[in-house]
């Protein structure tokens, strides 16, 4: 089963209109009281994600489910223009956004690194942020250039695993990672970015 597309933006009244998306789909679904929250909680977390990290963004939430398995998807694009990418590159000497804490921050700034480039080359998510996570699709990438590896919670979490005791910044991470209510809930989490596009992909088997 496959929901509609919804519209949503940073906007109050399209992120309460999200919450009803989520209700109906989940009540199409036959999800219990507890599993819909649950449900409803990976929404709003992952719209809280992108709100805070980009000044103007719109995109889609759609769902799809079989049995108990769900798929949130979500199609986001930063409205920004020139001007806009500049301002954002340059409020810190580095010329990138500070860093962000906790385990969702984490994921939004790899996107916001991704969409505030501006004429020059970064690779992924970002010198910084691209160390952990991501799963190399050279067939994929060789033929959409523009499109960047794809980011996994479970290669994320298997790379800080191994990395924590070494690592002081891998540690802080994987304290971020348990700490996290999406990484709790979530069986699997996806990002790639395309362009000025990204998409997300939360799965959850209930």
Known sequence: M??????????????????????DFARKLELGRHETLKLDLLVEETLG????????FYGQIWFTGEGRACEIHF?????????????????????RNAAKKGFMARIGEMIAEKLYAFGRTMN??????????????P???ALNADMMPIWTLSSYRAELDEARFRDDDAEEAWDELEKSIVATLADEITVSVR???????????F
Do not use: P, Q
């Not at 496959?2 to 209700?23: D, G, Q």
């Not at 994600?49 to 103007?56: G, H, I, K, T, Y």
């Not at 992924?124 to 699709?137: C, D, K, P, W």
């Open 49 to 56: 994600m992108v709100n805070a990290m980009l000044e103007d």
């Open 139 to 141: 067939e994929s990438t």
């Open 2 to 23: 496959t929901s509609a597309k919804f519209l949503v933006n940073n906007e109050s009244e399209r992120a309460a209109a999200a919450h009803y998306a989520t209700e």
């Open 75 to 95: 199609e986001v694009t930063a409205d920004m223009d020139a001007a806009k990418k500049r301002e954002l590159l340059t409020v810190s000497t580095t010329g």
């Open 124 to 137: 992924a998510y970002g010198e910084e942020n691209a160390r952990y996570g991501i799963v190399h699709t």
């Open 195 to 205: 362009g000025d596009r990204i998409d997300l992909v939360i799965k959850k088997t």
